[in-house]
Every structure is written in structure tokens, then in C-alpha cells.
């Protein structure tokens, strides 16, 4: 079976109580049932992983290399500080979606610099927990082409 890791970083543990105005009332828990489920209607197992700390997400996604076929990553805060995480991501050559639940782009300054971006498919954000199952689609989707492309 075809396999997609859904990588949370920080502060998303506490989602659908943390400043629910801003992300939601969707709980972790919601996303992660949701993104199994949706994954097996689209024939991926997908697995979920939630950390506070960075050097547990880079070790989730060196792990991931060899096992997954790809990845999708919500990285909090981590995403407008951490050359860590892009440079694990960059090193494991497989492909990610980084997602958000508000749009960074419309919020202060600071979250408009995306480390992950320049090493991502793409970024999805604003769709708040349905972004997830965007990004999960658009990594699907990627996938299937990148495969169509190699057997030729």
C-alpha cells in the first residue's frame, strides 16, 4: 500500500482550543481521523505524527525516506524560523505539501517567510482542517503523475 506521513509541529497539539478565531474548533484528533480516512478512500495509509520539538520532526522525516512515499507538513511556528527542517526535508528527496490553517500570507509579516516553502510541491493555507485534505489530494495527485512521468 501506498503510504503518506501527516507531520503537526508546534502548539497543534492544542488545536480547537487555541485561539479557535484563528485556526478553528477542529481538534487534532479531527484532522488526523479525517486525513486516515480520506487517505483510504484514495488507497494510502496514512500516518500521523504531532511534536512541540524540532529535532522530533526532522527525525520523523529522516524515518520517513525509504518508508513513505511522501509527506505533509503543518510546521507551526517552525516554519518561518527553522533552516533545519527545510534542510531534512531537502535531504530525504521526497515530496511535501506544507500546509496551514490560516492564510500566513494575510497575517503579520513575520509568517509571510516560509523555509519550507522553496523545498515543498506546494503550500496550501486558509482552508483551516480542509486544507489538510487539499494538500492530502495535491500529494495524491503529484504522485500519480511523478509515477506516470518515471515509467515512461
Known amino acids: ?3 503518506i506521513l501527516v507531520l503537526n509541529g508546534p502548539n497543534l497539539n492544542l488545536l480547537g482550543t487555541r485561539q479557535p478565531e484563528v485556526y478553528g474548533r ?3 484528533q479531527d484532522v488526523e481521523t ?4 480520506h487517505g483510504e478512500r484514495l488507497g ?3 500516518e500521523c505524527m504531532q511534536s512541540n520539538h524540532e529535532g522530533t520532526l526532522i527525525d520523523a522525516i529522516h524515518a520517513a525516506k525509504g518508508v513513505q512515499d ?6 507551526g511556528a517552525y516554519t518561518h ?4 527542517l527545510m ?3 531537502a535531504s530525504v528527496e521526497l515530496p511535501l505539501i506544507e500546509v496551514h490553517l ?3 500570507h494575510a497575517r503579520e509579516p513575520f509568517r509571510h517567510r516560509s523555509y519550507i516553502a522553496p523545498v515543498a510541491v506546494g503550500q496550501i493555507c486558509g482552508f483551516g482542517a480542509h486544507g489538510y485534505i487539499l494538500a492530502l489530494d495535491a500529494l495524491v495527485e503529484h504522485l500519480g503523475k511523478k509515477r506516470s512521468n518515471d515509467a515512461q
Request: charged share 5%.
Open 34 to 37: 479525517a486525513c486516515t480516512s
Open 87 to 89: 534542510d531534512a526535508i
Open 26 to 28: 477542529t481538534t487534532l
Open 1 to 3: 500500500m501506498n503510504r
Open 102 to 104: 490560516s492564510n500566513i
Open 81 to 84: 524560523t527553522s533552516i533545519a
Open 70 to 75: 511522501g509527506l505533509v507538513l503543518n510546521a
Open 44 to 46: 494510502f495509509a496514512v
